[in-house]
């Protein structure tokens, strides 16, 4: 019998496996620099700690002391807990294994729903937050004894931040209580971190709102202050709704230095999330991205958190506080994932809420906080459909009846004309108006796409845009014999204003003190534009644009057969009066209608004022004089 010879895979064996080297010096860079955006975070990772411990101690023991207590002299910061402590091997293995945490489940336990249920117990949960304290320090000494075993000894460890520590067990009574003690030493040139008033300072900021009593002591010889401050200012209870008013805007000028033109709670009881929105009371850019303040657990975690509210909620700065938003590791920011997409959709329905409030019972309040917010809501409301449902009606317009608020406008019309510019809504407005049609101007921005969407939020308007030619075929015409009476004044007329590209029609319209109209659209401004850049230009360029001539509507001066000047003029016999008078009527409408005047149109002016003039004076002067005058003008 042979045997097959089997052939194996050349192999060498594996070697024990290595355990990651951390240098301490660079991890704590790498912190203080990349992760934490300031040394101040230490304060907040120190808070943290005991108020984790002290939660953890309550959970063993209720009846125990849960008061902190927070001291900083002489280049020194200490906290004191009667949390639930450590013992040696746990101070091995939490305080010296960077990452690892004692408060969250591990193994098997790791799974989304312990993780979850350590999360909404403590504040901590990455292992990490007692190294940030080297950025300021170069030694932390903690002197600790377990709650959980009383008959395990008191614990010194003490690490400097070359990345060495020590453990070792101290005798029964230097340290009788459980509970935690943490002594930074400050390190060189982190000094300014660590003065009292800084200190206390830090502890305010992050920890007023911390479920247990912290105090703070700069070692002076005084009663320890207070450095918590609860309840929050928006559940507090107050004796009435002015009061709290006052109490709300007092907090916000505290925090947010401004006075807000109203406050807006915000309170979502199922995502534990409480706290108030400040309206802002000047404008702002939608573009700048206002930050809110989170707390979370009462532990401040960031006043910059820019994804809280949706985008459209521009004009407020909120302050919550919550315990079911997740921290990012430097935990300075909210984790952008599906539950704060919810609420973030939830504050949005909170702020519109109150927006819809107002708009049904107190359109004056509404209307105060649209006079400064309404460009930015403008500007918001195109592209969020339920803003521009809600808001759309109450934002204000200028109209041919005066400025107003859509929903006013539309009550007298059901039919909506709009022009696309200023200048074409100041020609044509007064007439529009007179003719009992309403216009509104969509010169300014956000205006024309606003009124585009009118329709999608109020189906029963309909809204047109009008141009000049829209408006004089809306004018009535002169009956044909009349007109044909006047044909000799109106081929005058045509010819005298040939040279500035404007027609000129006669039409019967109200109200009859306005003799004339200049209306020009878009594309005969740029006819006019094109004919002035053509006069000015090189031959060349003038070749060019003379053959870009189109057929563009010209600009057209309409006539008021309803008013009496113009039945005058329109009589006249003397020809060149008629011209002079009809140049004048051009000039006048052209003023009426506030357009920039071309160099010939100045010109025309000029002549057409000096002519009348001349006319004015010639039957009172010296018949010589008035030629004497004519020679001058040649
Ligand atoms: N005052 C304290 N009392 C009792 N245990 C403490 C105290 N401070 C720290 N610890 C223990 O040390 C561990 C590590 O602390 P560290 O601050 O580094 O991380 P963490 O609080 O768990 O998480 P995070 O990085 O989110 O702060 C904690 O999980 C806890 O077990």
């Not at 949960?125 to 709650?147: D, E, K, M, P």
């Not at 300014?444 to 189906?459: E, G, H, I, N």
């Not at 009535?476 to 005298?496: G, N």
Request: aromatic content about 6%.
């Amino acid at each position: 019998m042979t045997s097959t010879p089997t052939s194996t895979p050349m192999s060498t064996p594996a070697s024990a496996p290595h355990s990651f080297q951390v240098d301490l010096r660079g991890l704590v860079d790498l912190l203080s620099h990349h992760l934490y955006s300031s040394p101040r975070v230490y304060v907040r990772e120190l808070l943290q700690n005991a108020v984790d411990a002290v939660t953890a101690r309550q959970a063993i023991d209720p009846e125990a002391r849960t008061g902190i207590r927070l001291s900083a002299s002489g280049g020194r910061v200490t906290i004191e807990d009667s949390g639930i402590g450590l013992t040696a091997a746990e101070a091995h293995s939490f305080l010296a294994t960077i990452g690892r945490s004692s408060k969250r489940g591990s193994g098997d336990e790791l799974h989304d729903q312990a993780l979850e249920a350590t999360r909404r117990e403590f504040l901590g949960q990455f292992g990490i937050g007692l190294l940030a304290c080297f950025v300021v320090a170069r030694q932390i000494r903690v002197v600790t004894r377990s709650a959980r075993d009383p008959q395990a000894a008191p614990v010194e460890w003490l690490a400097t931040d070359d990345g060495s520590y020590t453990v070792r067990e101290l005798p029964h009574a230097a340290r009788p209580e459980p509970g935690t003690t943490v002594v930074l030493e400050a390190r060189p040139g982190a000094a300014e971190w660590t003065v009292p008033a800084k200190v206390e300072e830090l502890a305010r900021d992050y920890g007023s709102l911390l479920p247990y009593d912290i105090t703070f002591d700069d070692g002076e010889g005084g009663e320890p202050r207070p450095v918590t401050d609860r309840p929050a200012v928006w559940e507090r209870a107050f004796p009435t709704p002015a009061a709290r008013r006052v109490a709300l805007a007092g907090h916000c000028a505290e925090l947010f230095g401004f006075t807000p033109l109203d406050s807006i709670d915000l309170d979502l009881p199922v995502a534990g999330v409480r706290g108030v929105a400040y309206v802002l009371p000047d404008p702002t850019s939608p573009a700048h991205r206002a930050g809110h303040r989170v707390h979370l657990k009462g532990m401040l975690l960031t006043q910059r958190a820019d994804n809280l509210l949706p985008d459209w909620a521009f004009f407020v700065r909120a302050v919550i506080d919550t315990d079911t938003l997740r921290p990012t590791a430097s935990r300075e920011n909210l984790y952008d994932d599906e539950t704060l997409s919810a609420v973030r959709e939830a504050l949005g329905a909170r702020i519109r809420g109150w927006l819809a409030e107002l708009a049904a019972s107190d359109p004056d309040r509404l209307a105060a906080f649209l006079r400064v917010h309404h460009l930015g809501v403008k500007s918001m409301a195109r592209h969020d459909s339920e803003l521009l449902g809600l808001m759309l009606p109450w934002l204000p317009f200028e109209t041919s009846a005066g400025s107003m608020s859509l929903q006013e406008f539309a009550a007298a019309h059901t039919d909506i004309h709009f022009t696309r510019t200023v200048e074409e809504f100041r020609q044509i407005a007064p007439i529009a108006a007179a003719h009992g049609l309403g216009v509104i101007n969509a010169g300014y921005t956000y205006d024309a796409d606003l009124l585009a969407l009118l329709p999608s939020v109020r189906p029963e308007l309909k809204v047109t845009e009008l141009d000049a030619g829209a408006v004089t075929e809306r004018l009535d015409p002169v009956p044909t014999a009349a007109e044909l009476a006047l044909a000799p004044f109106l081929a005058t007329a045509r010819s005298r204003l040939e040279a500035q590209s404007c027609d000129v029609v006669l039409r019967a319209f109200q109200p009859v003190t306005v003799p004339a109209l200049y209306l020009d659209d878009r594309q005969a401004r740029q006819e006019r534009d094109r004919t002035a850049a053509m006069e000015s230009a090189d031959s060349l360029w003038s070749g060019i644009l003379g053959a870009l001539r189109g057929s563009a509507p010209r600009a057209r001066l309409v006539l008021n057969h309803n008013n009496p000047l113009i039945r005058r003029i329109s009589g006249l016999q003397d020809e060149a009066l008629t011209g002079t008078a009809v140049e004048s009527l051009y000039g006048q409408a052209l003023l009426m209608s506030q357009r920039p005047l071309r160099p010939a149109d100045s010109a025309l002016l000029n002549r057409a004022f000096l002519g009348l003039l001349e006319w004015a004076t010639h039957s009172t002067a010296h018949p010589t004089d008035a030629r004497d005058g004519e020679e001058d003008q040649k």
